[in-house]
């Protein structure tokens, strides 16, 4: 699996105030310790609210770009601040993301086409409810490959979020199950082996001791591994979990085995 | 999963000293630690190269039923040191075990039907090598089912054990990933849910860092949670990986999930 820092988000209160004051050295410091604690991605949460949208963005970007190579991933339901964003890349971002949202479909699907950049398609109903159960999700995805191929779009482009939902949701076990499930049946569904995504942190939001949620989240993390999950999106400050990543790379790659590479 | 503490056992050193001086003592409070780790099954391996086994196995399991009622898994080799075991348990014990090796078939297998004990099979050929992959280790899984009914025996008493290989052997990723397979679709091959048992430090034996080991042992113990393991057999000393193990049970189980269930 590939690690994702989900840590560069408008709802941590470092990143928030750095925005608002336009200060670009605390998400810079952040930026920075993420790389170190081994994130391989960035993805960059602007959150939906902002009044300035594209500003805060392209500040965003700006920021990252100048302290950090790492690949980044452009994460906001805002098409003005999504164009703003990947238009700052300097490489092509992931592009995070679409589903079958109308507006989502209509405005940031086409971004990807424009721009030649991946994008992350959410296994979710058109009035972003979360499906009942693992085949259903597996429709959707086949219905966002048609609306992705009508875009124009290469097939190889689209990478899977199943959607990880709350353990505390009436459903959350049987969902995270069923999450499983869909990461392993989907590339036998599209024939070929198509990526997918997914956010740990979703699974243990909610109440609950941090001790046990991160215990949780890493005995979940090792069935998404073995399910064949592609990309983690993650807190990377929590070591232990990135330790987990990498035991679980060891354990899932064809190489052989050596305890050098945990490192 | 239930956990089954593999910490009775003749290679450590505790226990073959208590073993060789007859006292009951430390092997008391080992095994009364195990319980308040969480074990709830307790494995006694007494070791093949005994010269008084049924002496040994007697003595081991008079001493554990003073301190503890926890049900007991009589673990050899030696057919003898297995039949006075199982005769001196109160409770029907399970017998571990047999395979297709002639002298396990011919002398602990029977014994199975003749003390109506569950017995745990493990996949392995005839002359007690690993098999290559797991499509052999499941025709060798019906072989024993064959082997069980010719002798008798109720389907319901195997318990399947996939054999866990060291990481370290050259296909040991392999392997580790084949035994997943194998959980999996055992219950596909049989037409009921069979039962099944794994050694999880086996996965690490050998060279290796104590920490790295432990972080390996819980990604795969996960795995092997969401593959359908009904029984794990570890040190019960690891208490990170009870934790996992409960974390891993409130995952796959279908009670709604409530963080209280993992204490």
């Given at each position: 699996m590939i690690i994702v820092a989900d840590n560069i988000r408008i709802t941590d209160q470092i990143i928030a105030d750095a925005i608002s004051q336009m200060n670009p050295v605390p998400i810079q410091k952040m930026?920075?310790?993420?790389?170190?604690?081994?994130?391989?991605?960035?993805?960059?949460?602007?959150?939906?609210?902002?009044?300035?949208?594209?500003?805060?963005?392209?500040?965003?970007?700006?920021?990252?770009?100048?302290?950090?190579?790492?690949?980044?991933?452009?994460?906001?339901?805002?098409?003005?601040?999504?164009?703003?964003?990947?238009?700052?890349?300097?490489?092509?971002?992931?592009?995070?993301?679409?589903?079958?949202?109308?507006?989502?479909?209509?405005?940031?699907?086409?971004?990807?086409?424009?721009?030649?950049?991946?994008?992350?398609?959410?296994?979710?109903?058109?009035?972003?409810?979360?499906?009942?159960?693992?085949?259903?999700?597996?429709?959707?995805?086949?219905e966002l490959f048609e609306q992705l191929k009508k875009t124009g779009i290469d097939e190889k482009r689209l990478i899977i979020d199943p959607v990880i939902v709350p353990l505390s949701w009436q459903d959350g076990k049987f969902q995270a199950m069923e999450v499983l499930y869909v990461i392993k049946h989907l590339p036998d569904i599209f024939g070929f082996p198509i990526r997918t995504i997914a956010g740990l942190s979703n699974l243990t939001s909610g109440r609950g001791h941090k001790a046990q949620k991160l215990i949780m989240e890493k005995a979940y993390l090792s069935m998404l591994a073995a399910a064949g999950l592609s990309m983690i999106m993650m807190n990377v400050f929590n070591r232990d979990t990135i330790k987990t990543v990498k035991a679980c790379n060891l354990l899932v790659d064809e190489k052989i085995f050596a305890w050098e590479e945990m490192y």
């Open positions: 930026v920075m310790e993420c790389e170190k604690a081994g994130a391989q991605f960035i993805d960059i949460n602007s959150g939906p609210l902002s009044r300035v949208p594209e500003k805060q963005m392209v500040f965003l970007i700006d920021a990252i770009q100048k302290v950090s190579k790492l690949p980044l991933i452009v994460d906001t339901a805002n098409p003005r601040a999504m164009e703003a964003g990947v238009r700052t890349c300097k490489n092509a971002p992931i592009i995070n993301g679409f589903s079958l949202e109308p507006s989502r479909l209509e405005k940031i699907l086409p971004l990807a086409r424009e721009f030649q950049t991946d994008i992350i398609g959410y296994l979710l109903y058109p009035n972003g409810h979360v499906p009942p159960d693992g085949d259903k999700r597996l429709e959707i995805a086949l």
